[in-house]
């Protein structure tokens, strides 16, 4: 039997509509994003999907989409853990300033640099590569004897936590995962075998 692994990135937040790097700042959703979460949450409910176990970062955008998914799925009473090792990449100095004034500032390339190299970090921040480093031993410990029992995982994070995650389950190159986008409440769903390999993608 295999088990599911459904990763959500967050609905849109504040600071997304807002452009600015967020990392671990802590802003809500906006109402679209607050759409995007209920969307998602019926789509899942649409396929049948009822997650034995939910996880999410320690961040409010991120809590707020699951809560907002598990009441379009009628799922409540549930245990959900929060742990920051699926917390968003810390952007450290760049926390809180608008992406567009950053490359006004350094230049394009190297605003590019930080946010889309695998292991250059942001001054005083976490590369991707840093960022994996929390959340592949956390996925490897909590979640993944889970998914090789054949359980059923929902995980509501952040586009590089989940990025993190992406390029380890699909066995990605460094360059690969810099190009793969995920959007906004957008759901990436994978069946894991109980050897606790990759068996298939699925599309929702
Ligand atoms: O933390 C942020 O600013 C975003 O959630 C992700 O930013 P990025 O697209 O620059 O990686």
Redesign the pocket.
């Known amino acids: 039997m295999t088990g599911t692994l459904i990763l959500v990135r967050h609905g849109q ?1 504040e ?2 509509l807002k452009n ?4 671990w700042r802590n802003p809500d959703l906006t109402e679209k994003g607050v759409e995007e979460a209920r969307e998602t949450g019926k789509a899942l409910k649409a396929k049948g999907i009822v997650p034995d176990y939910y996880y999410t970062s320690a961040l409010r955008r991120a809590q707020h989409t699951l809560d907002l998914m598990l009441e379009e799925m009628g799922i409540d009473n549930v245990t959900i853990t929060r742990n920051i090792a699926l917390n ?2 810390d ?1 450290g100095d760049l926390a809180g300033l608008n ?1 567009d004034d950053a490359r006004v500032k350094w230049g394009e390339e190297q605003v590019h640099i930080w ?1 889309r190299s695998y292991d250059v970090p942001p001054p005083g921040g976490e590369s991707l590569k840093d960022t994996a480093d929390r959340t592949l031993p956390y996925y490897e410990t909590e979640l993944l004897p889970l998914l090789k029992a054949g359980k059923t995982v929902l995980v509501a994070a ?3 936590s989940l990025r993190a995650l992406v390029k380890y389950i699909e066995d990605l190159t460094p360059e690969q995962i810099l190009a793969r986008e995920i959007g906004t409440g957008q759901p990436t769903v994978y069946e894991i075998s109980t050897d606790g390999k990759l068996e298939r993608r699925v599309e929702l």
């Open positions: 937040s600071w997304n600015l790097f967020t990392g968003e990449r952007y992406k946010r952040h586009g590089n």
